[in-house]
Protein backbone atom coordinates (compact mmCIF):
# COMPACT_ATOMS: atom_id res chain seq x y z
CA UNK A 1 0.00 0.00 0.00
CA UNK A 2 1.24 3.48 -1.01
CA UNK A 3 1.41 5.67 1.75
CA UNK A 4 0.37 9.19 0.68
CA UNK A 5 2.29 12.37 1.27
CA UNK A 6 0.38 14.63 3.18
CA UNK A 7 1.89 17.82 2.16
CA UNK A 8 1.52 20.93 0.47
CA UNK A 9 4.51 20.73 -2.45
CA UNK A 10 6.19 23.99 -3.46
CA UNK A 11 4.13 25.57 -6.29
CA UNK A 12 0.38 24.25 -5.16
CA UNK A 13 -2.20 26.76 -6.44
CA UNK A 14 -4.05 28.08 -2.74
CA UNK A 15 -7.55 26.32 -4.05
CA UNK A 16 -5.56 22.82 -4.50
CA UNK A 17 -3.53 23.60 -0.52
CA UNK A 18 -4.43 20.62 1.68
CA UNK A 19 -6.33 18.89 -0.80
CA UNK A 20 -5.74 15.53 0.44
CA UNK A 21 -8.52 12.75 1.47
CA UNK A 22 -9.96 12.41 5.28
CA UNK A 23 -7.78 9.88 7.41
CA UNK A 24 -9.27 8.81 10.95
CA UNK A 25 -7.21 10.38 13.42
CA UNK A 26 -6.44 6.68 14.85
CA UNK A 27 -4.91 6.07 11.23
CA UNK A 28 -2.86 9.00 11.44
CA UNK A 29 0.91 9.21 13.57
CA UNK A 30 3.02 11.72 14.75
CA UNK A 31 3.23 14.75 17.46
CA UNK A 32 0.86 16.94 15.27
CA UNK A 33 -1.77 14.45 14.04
CA UNK A 34 -4.53 15.82 16.24
CA UNK A 35 -3.79 19.19 14.51
CA UNK A 36 -3.75 18.28 10.51
CA UNK A 37 -7.03 16.33 12.04
CA UNK A 38 -8.80 19.04 13.09
CA UNK A 39 -7.70 21.32 10.30
CA UNK A 40 -8.72 18.28 7.65
CA UNK A 41 -12.18 18.53 9.07
CA UNK A 42 -12.34 22.43 9.09
CA UNK A 43 -11.43 22.58 5.52
CA UNK A 44 -13.99 20.05 4.72
CA UNK A 45 -16.81 21.55 6.60
CA UNK A 46 -16.19 24.91 8.70
CA UNK A 47 -20.39 24.83 8.99
CA UNK A 48 -20.45 21.32 10.29
CA UNK A 49 -19.98 22.51 14.11
CA UNK A 50 -20.59 19.54 16.10
CA UNK A 51 -17.70 17.53 13.81
CA UNK A 52 -16.01 19.83 15.03
CA UNK A 53 -16.34 20.44 18.71
CA UNK A 54 -17.42 16.71 19.54
CA UNK A 55 -14.25 14.54 20.83
CA UNK A 56 -12.89 12.22 18.60
CA UNK A 57 -13.08 8.22 19.33
CA UNK A 58 -9.77 7.94 21.45
CA UNK A 59 -8.78 11.58 21.83
CA UNK A 60 -7.89 13.45 25.11
CA UNK A 61 -10.51 15.85 25.78
CA UNK A 62 -7.64 18.56 27.12
CA UNK A 63 -5.77 17.64 23.87
CA UNK A 64 -8.54 18.22 21.76
CA UNK A 65 -9.21 21.76 23.52
CA UNK A 66 -5.55 22.81 22.92
CA UNK A 67 -5.86 22.21 19.35
CA UNK A 68 -8.20 24.41 19.01
CA UNK A 69 -7.16 27.58 20.89
CA UNK A 70 -3.94 26.92 18.69
CA UNK A 71 -6.20 27.01 15.39
CA UNK A 72 -8.33 29.74 16.77
CA UNK A 73 -5.02 31.78 17.32
CA UNK A 74 -4.20 31.13 13.61
CA UNK A 75 -7.18 31.87 12.54
CA UNK A 76 -7.51 35.50 14.08
CA UNK A 77 -4.46 36.67 12.08
CA UNK A 78 -6.75 36.07 9.55
CA UNK A 79 -9.35 37.99 11.40
CA UNK A 80 -7.46 40.88 12.08
CA UNK A 81 -6.60 41.23 8.59
CA UNK A 82 -10.11 41.30 7.43
CA UNK A 83 -10.84 44.04 9.39
CA UNK A 84 -7.84 46.04 8.64
CA UNK A 85 -9.20 49.11 7.07
CA UNK A 86 -11.41 49.82 9.98
CA UNK A 87 -9.57 48.31 13.24
CA UNK A 88 -7.29 51.71 12.85
CA UNK A 89 -5.75 53.73 15.80
CA UNK A 90 -7.44 56.22 14.32
CA UNK A 91 -10.72 55.27 14.39
CA UNK A 92 -10.55 53.61 17.98
CA UNK A 93 -8.33 54.86 20.29
CA UNK A 94 -8.99 52.26 23.12
CA UNK A 95 -10.75 48.79 23.05
CA UNK A 96 -14.45 49.18 24.28
CA UNK A 97 -17.51 48.03 23.52
CA UNK A 98 -21.43 49.23 24.64
CA UNK A 99 -23.44 47.12 25.86
CA UNK A 100 -27.15 47.70 26.87
CA UNK A 101 -26.06 51.83 27.27
CA UNK A 102 -23.09 50.62 29.40
CA UNK A 103 -19.72 51.48 28.26
CA UNK A 104 -16.38 48.67 28.96
CA UNK A 105 -13.08 49.92 28.43
CA UNK A 106 -10.37 46.87 28.39
CA UNK A 107 -6.54 47.93 29.76
CA UNK A 108 -3.92 45.74 27.90
CA UNK A 109 -2.63 42.96 29.87
CA UNK A 110 0.92 43.38 28.37
CA UNK A 111 1.88 46.15 30.81
CA UNK A 112 2.00 46.20 34.35
CA UNK A 113 -0.04 48.03 35.40
CA UNK A 114 -2.83 46.90 32.82
CA UNK A 115 -3.13 50.38 30.74
CA UNK A 116 -5.21 51.48 28.03
CA UNK A 117 -3.89 50.86 24.31
CA UNK A 118 -5.64 51.38 20.99
CA UNK A 119 -7.94 48.34 20.29
CA UNK A 120 -5.85 47.03 17.43
CA UNK A 121 -3.36 47.14 19.63
CA UNK A 122 -5.43 45.37 22.41
CA UNK A 123 -6.13 42.83 20.05
CA UNK A 124 -2.91 41.96 18.54
CA UNK A 125 -0.95 41.87 22.11
CA UNK A 126 -4.14 39.22 23.13
CA UNK A 127 -3.73 37.29 20.46
CA UNK A 128 0.70 37.59 20.86
CA UNK A 129 0.11 36.67 24.68
CA UNK A 130 -2.21 33.81 23.97
CA UNK A 131 0.23 32.13 21.40
CA UNK A 132 2.97 32.58 24.03
CA UNK A 133 1.20 30.92 26.57
CA UNK A 134 0.27 28.09 24.29
CA UNK A 135 4.16 27.48 23.32
CA UNK A 136 5.01 27.74 27.12
CA UNK A 137 6.84 24.59 27.46
CA UNK A 138 5.84 24.58 30.85
CA UNK A 139 2.73 24.34 30.69
CA UNK A 140 2.30 22.78 27.90
CA UNK A 141 5.07 20.48 27.75
CA UNK A 142 3.95 17.89 24.79
CA UNK A 143 0.63 17.84 22.78
CA UNK A 144 -0.08 14.04 23.78
CA UNK A 145 -0.68 15.16 27.22
CA UNK A 146 -1.96 18.97 28.81
CA UNK A 147 -1.01 19.12 32.61
CA UNK A 148 -3.35 20.65 34.86
CA UNK A 149 -1.32 23.60 34.98
CA UNK A 150 -2.19 24.09 30.98
CA UNK A 151 -5.72 22.99 31.91
CA UNK A 152 -6.50 25.94 34.39
CA UNK A 153 -5.03 28.33 31.24
CA UNK A 154 -7.94 27.37 29.38
CA UNK A 155 -10.72 29.90 30.71
CA UNK A 156 -8.52 32.54 31.31
CA UNK A 157 -7.45 32.20 27.37
CA UNK A 158 -11.14 31.84 25.87
CA UNK A 159 -12.07 35.44 27.96
CA UNK A 160 -9.69 37.15 26.48
CA UNK A 161 -10.26 36.02 23.17
CA UNK A 162 -14.01 36.04 23.23
CA UNK A 163 -13.35 40.11 23.80
CA UNK A 164 -12.54 40.15 20.26
CA UNK A 165 -15.31 38.95 18.47
CA UNK A 166 -17.24 41.07 20.79
CA UNK A 167 -15.85 44.03 19.04
CA UNK A 168 -16.10 43.12 16.02
CA UNK A 169 -19.65 42.43 16.29
CA UNK A 170 -20.52 46.02 18.54
CA UNK A 171 -18.72 47.85 16.14
CA UNK A 172 -18.61 46.13 12.83
CA UNK A 173 -21.81 43.85 12.92
CA UNK A 174 -21.43 44.06 8.79
CA UNK A 175 -17.80 42.51 8.77
CA UNK A 176 -18.69 40.21 11.96
CA UNK A 177 -21.52 38.92 9.77
CA UNK A 178 -19.59 38.50 6.19
CA UNK A 179 -16.49 36.39 8.06
CA UNK A 180 -18.71 34.26 9.80
CA UNK A 181 -20.93 33.57 7.20
CA UNK A 182 -17.73 32.13 5.29
CA UNK A 183 -15.59 30.53 7.92
CA UNK A 184 -18.05 30.02 11.04
CA UNK A 185 -15.20 30.89 13.60
CA UNK A 186 -17.13 32.61 16.34
CA UNK A 187 -19.72 29.92 15.83
CA UNK A 188 -16.93 27.06 16.52
CA UNK A 189 -15.33 29.38 19.47
CA UNK A 190 -18.98 29.75 20.97
CA UNK A 191 -19.92 26.08 20.50
CA UNK A 192 -16.55 24.68 22.24
CA UNK A 193 -16.69 27.14 24.75
CA UNK A 194 -19.84 26.49 26.08
CA UNK A 195 -20.00 22.73 25.33
CA UNK A 196 -16.61 22.16 27.51
CA UNK A 197 -17.76 24.87 29.84
CA UNK A 198 -15.24 27.00 29.63
CA UNK A 199 -16.91 30.38 29.39
CA UNK A 200 -20.02 31.37 30.44
CA UNK A 201 -22.54 33.06 28.03
CA UNK A 202 -22.45 36.76 29.85
CA UNK A 203 -18.53 36.40 29.17
CA UNK A 204 -18.98 35.97 25.36
CA UNK A 205 -20.30 39.42 25.65
CA UNK A 206 -22.07 38.98 22.17
CA UNK A 207 -25.99 37.89 22.61
CA UNK A 208 -27.02 34.73 23.32
CA UNK A 209 -29.26 34.78 19.81
CA UNK A 210 -25.75 34.90 18.09
CA UNK A 211 -24.27 32.24 16.31
CA UNK A 212 -26.65 29.90 17.93
CA UNK A 213 -26.84 26.38 16.62
CA UNK A 214 -29.44 23.52 17.87
CA UNK A 215 -27.63 22.08 20.88
CA UNK A 216 -25.93 18.56 21.54
CA UNK A 217 -27.86 16.54 23.60
CA UNK A 218 -25.12 14.83 25.75
CA UNK A 219 -23.16 16.73 28.50
CA UNK A 220 -19.66 15.76 28.79
CA UNK A 221 -18.66 15.11 32.16
CA UNK A 222 -18.01 18.28 34.00
CA UNK A 223 -14.27 17.99 35.13
CA UNK A 224 -12.94 21.37 33.87
CA UNK A 225 -13.54 24.02 36.89
CA UNK A 226 -14.84 27.39 35.23
CA UNK A 227 -13.26 30.30 36.95
CA UNK A 228 -13.72 33.54 35.35
CA UNK A 229 -12.11 35.85 37.92
CA UNK A 230 -10.62 38.43 35.91
CA UNK A 231 -7.73 40.86 37.31
CA UNK A 232 -7.89 44.64 36.35
CA UNK A 233 -8.29 44.83 32.97
CA UNK A 234 -11.70 46.30 33.04
CA UNK A 235 -13.18 49.74 33.43
CA UNK A 236 -16.54 50.57 33.04
CA UNK A 237 -17.40 54.50 31.97
Known amino acids: MTTQLR ?3 PGTKRKELYNWPELPLDEMDGALSTQQH ?6 KDPSDIWKLVLLPDGQDKYVW ?6 QFVVELHRYCSFHNDVWTVENHPDMHITINGE ?20 ITQTIEQTQDTL ?12 PEEGQAKFVEIYR ?21 KQYYLFTRFKALGKYYKLI ?9 HVAEIEPFKEEPKDDQDENEDDDDEEEND
Open 7 to 9: RNR
Open 200 to 208: KQESLLVPE
Open 135 to 146: NNSTLFPSRAFI
Open 65 to 70: IYEHLC
Open 103 to 122: DTVFLSSAFRPPKKVPAIDY
Open 160 to 180: RLARIFAFSYYHYPGYFQKFE
Open 38 to 43: LQTLIK
